[in-house]
């Protein structure tokens, strides 16, 4: 017999949970998986997977020292599946993609801008830690985040108040 918990970090269907008890949570987590790659060709997926092929194309050409033509640090590994896993972990209907923007510091940032005074940054460095910074309109907001099994609820905050309109 299973007991049911409340699941508060269940943002989209394509980011279930990944840590459960009993025998059920495989069996969960296959049927998430069928779900998803059902839909695989439909257009909310099919941003996801934009962002994913920009990730891809940023850390090929950015994976090496000086890939700036400077001193910039290369982006590891690490960095990128933390980014993938940050695009991954995003609703899929409620905000637009995000640019991929690499970080001579050697991070990955994704990029919100609608406009001048209305933009929203996010940045991994493969240290379990989402440092975002935001302009939103006359409010400056800026903050450091543990990223662990799901997204902080401060990133989706953000991301709201700057597409609230």
Request: contains cysteine.
């Amino acid at each position: 017999m299973s007991t049911a918990i409340p699941c508060d970090d269940f943002i989209s269907i394509s980011n279930s949970p990944s840590m459960g008890f009993g025998d059920e949570v495989g069996a969960l987590k296959e049927f998430f998986k069928d779900i998803v790659s059902g839909f695989g060709n439909t257009e909310t997926l099919g941003q996801s997977d934009k962002a994913l092929q920009s990730l891809n194309k940023e850390f090929d050409e950015c994976s090496v020292k000086g890939w700036d033509g400077y001193d910039a640090l290369p982006i590891t590994k690490s960095t990128y599946n933390e980014a993938k896993r940050l695009i991954e972990s995003l609703p899929l209907t409620a905000f637009p993609i995000p640019e991929v923007v690499p970080e001579p510091s050697g991070e990955i940032g994704l990029e919100w801008y609608r406009e001048e005074r209305q933009v929203f940054v996010a940045s991994v460095s493969g240290r379990n830690e989402i440092v975002y910074a935001g302009l939103l309109g006359v409010n400056k907001l800026h903050g450091t985040e543990y990223f662990g099994d799901s997204l902080p609820s401060v990133i989706l905050e953000n991301l709201k108040r700057l597409y609230k309109d």
